[in-house]
Structures are given as structure tokens and as C-alpha cells.
């Protein structure tokens, strides 16, 4: 990815953009439409046009109009382009809208990212949608997810800032920015990792017996049917069960053999 400033567009070039865009306005529209009215992502067809109208304030050469051309294209080169002309100034509020469907489109072909924070009865917005990026934080490289707007500057910015926090060389800390529902670039992120932080286990047995009141509960059932005369191996709880539903409280992230917990 592009560590350079966004490319500026030019007034001649941006009306040549806005001119194609009046060209391909019924077809990107009919796009958008279906696809708020079934609840979806635009098709690939209505994408390539949006990208083909945004290219042309950027020349054939680049990765924005190769996409309109062929349907290729790598998310990082388009995202450097669609986010240069979403921060600049003079593009219309039609075509920013036009970018945030483009750009959620491109992200849900990216694994594990996609639409975290928005109704999905509205219109996307970049801001809102968190994408699996890579990030270099010292000596090693971490996947984290990070609002779908920020562009390569801010990233390299972030990177630098996560790389100096005082838990940046905590495996938990890494392991916590690797959540799909956790903003890495949030403000609050290293008082968000301690809320969240529960602590770490050598198993899974380990966890739920230190998260959940497991022991409690089985000595209460051991209890019960020595009451009643019922042979101890005759009752037990099924720990798949308590895992299942422990994880609906916990995230439990296992690396290197140990059990990170997280509170959801």
C-alpha cells in the first residue's frame, strides 16, 4: 500500500468524473436500490460502474478505472484511490455516497471483515464498517480491524501509536486488537483492552472453571444425588454445553496453548 499523500484531482478531471457519473446515474442508482430494498451489498456489475465513473477523475491508468474496465483489482490500490476522492473537498456528496457503497462492497470480499455497527436497513458509511487490515507494530505484524475510511497515512500514524502504548508488548493486548468487533484506532483502545481483559488460562477445562461457576455447580449436583441415593457417575454436566454457553459472555481466543478471555 501507498505511503504517499492522495493523489489531488484536478477541477477538469473532477468534472469529467461528475459527467460520466450523470452518464451511469438510472444503472448505479437502480444498483443502490436493489440493493437497500433487498438488504445486500450492491452487485458486481453496479461496483465496476461506480468505479469506472470514479476513475475517470483519475485517468485510465489508474486502478479504479482498470476495475471499471476488467472487474480486477487489488482492495488495497482501490482504496487508495476511492479514499483520496472521499476526503477531497470538492466531491460531491452523491459520489461520496456512491464511494461508501463501492468501498463496503470491495471489504466484504475481504475475510472476516464487514458491516459491525450499521443498521442494515441504511445506506453504508465507511466510518462505521471495520476492515481486517495489516498492521507492522514493532518487530511483528498483527491483524487488526480498522474503520474502512482511514486511509494509508493514518494507518502508518496508528501503527506508530500502538507500537508505543505501555501494552504493546503484551500477547493479550495483540490478541485483543485481533477481535473483529474491536476498533484498533478507537481513542480509548488501551482502556478498552483493560475493561475487556479478563485474563488467561492453560485450557479450556481451566477457563470455564475459573470464569464460570462450574465447581459450585457440580458439587451441588453431587450433593443432590447422594441425597437421593443416585451413584455419582450417574449425573454430570455437560462441560460442551458450559463452553458454549460461556462463550456467549467470553470471547476465548486460544494461542500457543494458553486461553485468553475477553468480556464481550
Known sequence: MSECEPRHVEPYTRATMERTARRFLSRIIEGITTAQTERREIDFMTARMIAHA????????????????????TYEALREEYLGLYTEEGTPPMIKEWIDWLGTYLVQQQDGSGRRFMNENASPD??????????????????????????????????????????????AFRIFLSLPDVDASSANIEESFHEAYVGEFVSIEDALYGLVELEEWETDLHNFAADRGILPEAVSIDHDVIEAQTREIYDLIERERVIYAFNK
Open 126 to 171: 465507511l466510518d462505521r464498517l471495520l476492515v481486517a487490515t495489516r498492521l507492522r507494530m514493532g518487530d511483528s505484524t498483527s491483524t487488526v480491524y480498522i474503520p474502512a475510511s482511514r486511509t494509508s497515512l493514518e494507518l502508518k500514524s496508528l501503527a506508530e501509536h500502538l507500537s508505543a502504548l505501555p501494552v504493546a508488548a503484551s500477547p
Open 54 to 73: 470514479l476513475g475517470r477523475a483519475l485517468g485510465r491508468a489508474s486502478a479504479l478505472a482498470d476495475f471499471g474496465r476488467t472487474g480486477e483489482g
